[in-house]
């Protein structure tokens, strides 16, 4: 009775490590964003007093600069990892992009510490193809404050842009986000990239 019990204790103990083995080599991918975004007055005038670039993190790089001997772009786009450093600060990156009805629920989430950073959150449904209306974000800087709105559309104007399970791509364009603690309107345009999100 202990001759089997013994054998059967060391075909456990052998099996422990391919079984650990196997766990380790499913981890999931880290998730990135590459984000860019724009504040202008828009249509509401001295109603807003804010102009440029809001936050960006990541590039977007340059299809223009050309290609290098290998083919490779001059100027490729750069996307930031959760977690990692870029610029200034660090770099946090929350997302999912999940299966629903014709498409996909998108909610997402990416801020970047330090001096001249903040934060961007965008929520919605997005189907492959078209406009995607009823988009709500939110557009936070370290310093100036959050604005927000619940009425942005997103479309798709690059050849590459789309929604698929765990990443998202698109522009958008926010004309009427709210600071209101200041009473200020502005429109706000954005350009993101998700990747590696839950799905």
């Known amino acids: 009775m202990f001759g089997r019990h013994h054998a059967l204790a ?3 103990i052998l099996a422990l490590p391919a079984a650990v083995g196997a766990c380790s080599s499913d981890k999931k991918a880290t998730p990135r964003v590459t984000f860019e975004s724009q504040v202008s007055p828009g249509s509401h005038g001295t109603d807003c007093s804010e102009t440029g670039t809001w936050v960006a ?3 977007f790089g340059n299809p223009g600069a050309g290609t290098k001997e290998d083919g490779s772009p001059k100027e490729p786009v750069v996307p930031v990892d959760d977690g990692t450093d870029f610029g200034q600060g660090n770099a946090g990156v ?6 629903e009805g014709d498409g996909f629920h998108v909610s997402a989430t990416a801020n970047l510490t330090g001096a001249g950073g903040g934060s961007f959150f965008v929520d ?3 189907t492959a193809t078209g406009d995607q209306p009823h988009i709500s974000a939110t557009f936070t800087s ?3 404050g959050a604005y927000t709105e619940h009425e942005c559309v997103a ?3 690059e050849q590459l842009q789309t929604v698929a399970a765990g990443r998202v791509w698109a522009t958008l364009e926010c004309d009427d986000a709210e600071l209101k603690s200041q009473l200020k309107t502005c429109k706000f345009d954005a350009t993101f990239r998700f990747e590696n999100c839950v799905q």
């Not at 929350?94 to 299966?99: E, F, L, R």
Request: with cysteine.
């Open 57 to 59: 993190i990541g590039s």
């Open 155 to 157: 479309r798709y104007t």
């Open 124 to 126: 919605g449904h997005f």
């Open 94 to 99: 929350t997302c999912s992009v999940t299966a």
């Open 10 to 12: 060391a075909v456990m």
């Open 142 to 144: 370290n310093e100036r």
